[in-house]
């Protein structure tokens, strides 16, 4: 059971230039989730998605692009890097049954800097 | 004000310490409660959910406050493996928030010999 997969793990990118961060789970859960976290800072929602077809922003959406087509995929697209992206990036999902059994699964991080 | 706020560390305790941590959140609307833990450099996970009656697991106890709407974390005899990040995490679940996980910024534990 893989969980969550996130691709790349390590991304070095110019200013001005686009990238897919890639994220896939096979627990067939339903709310799929991506986070940045800054150093010594906690996680801030960039997007977050309940099903697919469904997204909706987070926190920080600015500078960042979501889709979600099926229930396993949720790709997050950089459209025009800039240096205050440079930071590492966590897909999670879960699968809420009820209010108190939300427990969220992340992937291993991408680690991307802006340069 | 944000929306969950954690103490801002970081702690230093010897190994056999007790130690608490706090974590306040501001939306009354949010349903369930967590703490996660992150090593550093990798992803976060869970340690323990967090209910109204207060749990414990094993050397770790939560309790939910929810009039004061405050968290907290106990950890009884503290082990070197013991330090991390402390993650507080809440899931509001209102209109169209269901299931939006918000993080405190964490608290950095370092347990020492």
């Known amino acids: 059971n893989a969980g969550v997969t996130q691709t790349p793990k390590f991304r070095i990118l110019k200013i001005g230039q686009s990238m897919t961060l890639q994220c896939a789970q096979d627990?067939?859960?339903?709310?799929m989730y991506w986070y940045r976290q800054d150093p010594g800072m906690g996680l801030k929602l960039i997007y977050y998605?309940?099903?697919?077809?469904?997204?909706d922003k987070g926190e920080v959406p600015n500078g960042y692009n979501v889709s979600r087509s099926t229930t396993e995929d949720f790709p997050l697209r950089l459209e025009l890097a800039a240096p205050s992206q440079t930071s590492v990036y966590f897909c999670?999902?879960?699968?809420?049954?009820?209010?108190?059994?939300?427990?969220?699964?992340f992937g291993q991080g991408t680690r991307l800097t802006v340069v | 004000r944000k929306e969950v706020e954690q103490d801002p560390g970081p702690f230093n305790v010897p190994e056999g310490a007790t130690v608490a941590f706090n974590c306040t959140y501001s939306n009354s609307a949010s349903q369930s409660f967590f703490w996660y833990r992150q090593d550093c450099r990798k992803e976060p996970k869970l340690l323990m959910s967090v209910y109204s009656s207060g749990n414990e697991d094993g050397r770790f106890t939560a309790q939910l406050n929810r009039a004061s709407q405050y968290i907290s974390l106990l950890i009884r005899d503290s082990k070197l493996s013991d330090s991390a990040t402390y993650l507080c995490?809440?899931?509001?679940?209102?209109?169209?928030?269901?299931?939006?996980?918000?993080f405190g910024q964490g608290t950095i534990l370092t347990v020492h010999p």
């Open positions: 999670a999902s879960s699968y809420p049954r009820d209010t108190t059994n939300t427990e969220a699964f």
């Open positions: 998605s309940v099903g697919a077809g469904i997204t």
């Open positions: 627990m067939n859960h339903n709310y």
């Open positions: 995490v809440v899931n509001y679940a209102g209109g169209t928030s269901y299931g939006k996980l918000t």
